[in-house]
């Protein structure tokens, strides 16, 4: 039945109930005595309760849809509102289930594209911080050690010092460069690419140990990307806010033959602080891959980033 002889059939029977109570005992008098006021008052109150209650059930469904619409988010997919009853309402609600499929769908293509360009930009401005600039200061190296075995001593030290000055900014900018571009990913496989990223978070205040499970079935090469970029980004963001003493990153087998990474800080954790633009960019990376993403407390409190990886994402090569 649809909505609107639903809605028409009850105001309908509220009527009818009305207009048989005309021919009922009940009169009204002119003027109308209290008595008379109070029944039809309480008639009138009954009546009108009788309808809200009625419309409440009748219109249930469509509020349930309201709410699905307004906390749907598209970066976490596989929520929808559930089909129940018949009619326009559950068509609606079908219809819209399949509209978020639709969105869900582009916008994971969208978001592919965007990362696979900036995938590309990452590596071309890494190149060119490899090549050009770091070649660059390397020359000025040489050119600061050739002029300091030249030079009077007293002002040889100071030439020593803007050589380990550039030294350290050469340093940083390859850091820099393989933080844009994982050539160990490419090269040595993702097991590497996880130790070789613990050991570049890793200072004095900040312990980063990489815990990886032998054994574990390869996973192509855009799920092994999706993976370090989520290591990257959860060590970055407990390097900066968690003020985290202790971080693990757990490769390991995960859930249906699967695999699993653990980003696990001792820090302060989330709290109620909303999600930024970080967290928000792994979910948009793990949608490439199906994968499945939780940031959240630990059990120890700090701060966990899990992602499960299911089995049909199996088949690169990995070491």
Same mark, same amino acid.
């Given at each position: 039945?649809?909505l609107?002889?639903r809605i028409?059939?009850?105001?309908?029977a509220?009527l009818?109930?009305a207009v048989?109570? @005309?021919?009922?005992?009940?009169?009204?008098?002119t003027p109308?005595?209290?008595?008379e006021g109070?029944?039809?008052?309480?008639g009138?109150?009954?009546?009108?309760i009788?309808?809200?209650?009625?419309?409440r059930i009748g219109?249930a469904? @469509? $509020?349930?849809?309201?709410?699905?619409?307004a906390?749907?988010?598209l970066?976490?997919? $596989?929520?929808?509102p559930q089909?129940?009853?018949?009619g326009?309402?559950?068509?609606?609600?079908?219809?819209?289930?399949?509209?978020?499929?639709r969105?869900?769908a582009?916008r994971?293509?969208?978001?592919?594209r965007?990362?696979?360009?900036l995938?590309?930009?990452r590596?071309?401005i890494?190149?060119?911080?490899?090549d050009?600039v770091?070649q660059?200061l390397?020359?000025?190296?040489?050119? &600061?050690?050739?002029?300091a075995?030249? &030079?009077?001593?007293?002002?040889?030290?100071?030439?020593?010092?803007?050589?380990?000055?550039?030294?350290a900014?050469?340093?940083?900018?390859?850091?820099?460069a393989r933080?844009?571009?994982?050539?160990?990913?490419?090269?040595? $496989?993702?097991? /590497?690419?996880?130790r070789?990223?613990?050991?570049?978070?890793?200072?004095?205040?900040?312990?980063?140990?990489? @815990?990886?499970?032998?054994g574990?079935?390869a996973?192509?090469a855009?799920?092994?990307?999706?993976?370090?970029r989520?290591?990257?980004?959860?060590?970055?963001n407990?390097?900066?806010? /968690?003020?985290?003493?202790?971080?693990?990153?757990? @490769?390991?087998?995960g859930?249906? $033959?699967?695999?699993a990474?653990?980003?696990?800080?001792n820090?302060?954790?989330?709290?109620?602080?909303?999600?930024?633009?970080?967290?928000?960019?792994m979910?948009?990376?793990?949608?490439? &891959?199906?994968?499945?993403?939780?940031?959240?407390?630990?059990? /120890?409190?700090?701060?966990?980033?899990?992602?499960?990886?299911?089995?049909?994402?199996?088949?690169?090569?990995s /070491?």
């Amino acid at each position: 039945m649809s909505l609107y002889w639903r809605i028409f059939l009850l105001n309908a029977a509220v009527l009818v109930v009305a207009v048989l109570l @005309l021919f009922g005992p009940v009169t009204v008098s002119t003027p109308v005595l209290f008595g008379e006021g109070i029944v039809l008052v309480a008639g009138l109150v009954a009546m009108l309760i009788a309808n809200a209650v009625l419309l409440r059930i009748g219109l249930a469904p @469509l $509020g349930r849809l309201s709410r699905a619409m307004a906390t749907v988010d598209l970066l976490k997919p $596989g929520v929808r509102p559930q089909v129940t009853g018949q009619g326009e309402i559950a068509e609606l609600t079908g219809t819209f289930n399949t509209m978020l499929d639709r969105l869900e769908a582009e916008r994971a293509t969208s978001t592919g594209r965007v990362l696979s360009a900036l995938e590309d930009e990452r590596q071309r401005i890494a190149q060119e911080l490899h090549d050009e600039v770091g070649q660059t200061l390397t020359a000025v190296l040489l050119q &600061i050690k050739h002029a300091a075995d030249r &030079i009077p001593e007293p002002v040889r030290a100071d030439l020593h010092q803007a050589q380990e000055t550039t030294r350290a900014s050469l340093d940083e900018i390859r850091r820099i460069a393989r933080r844009l571009r994982p050539g160990v990913l490419e090269e040595l $496989g993702l097991h /590497s690419a996880l130790r070789s990223l613990a050991a570049e978070f890793t200072t004095p205040r900040l312990s980063v140990n990489a @815990l990886i499970t032998p054994g574990l079935p390869a996973l192509d090469a855009a799920t092994e990307l999706v993976l370090y970029r989520v290591a990257q980004e959860g060590l970055t963001n407990a390097a900066r806010h /968690s003020g985290a003493t202790r971080v693990e990153v757990h @490769l390991r087998p995960g859930p249906g $033959g699967g695999t699993a990474l653990l980003v696990r800080d001792n820090g302060r954790g989330l709290g109620g602080a909303p999600e930024g633009a970080g967290i928000r960019g792994m979910r948009e990376r793990v949608l490439l &891959i199906g994968a499945e993403l939780f940031v959240g407390a630990g059990p /120890s409190g700090g701060t966990d980033v899990r992602l499960n990886v299911t089995a049909l994402r199996h088949g690169g090569s990995s /070491s």
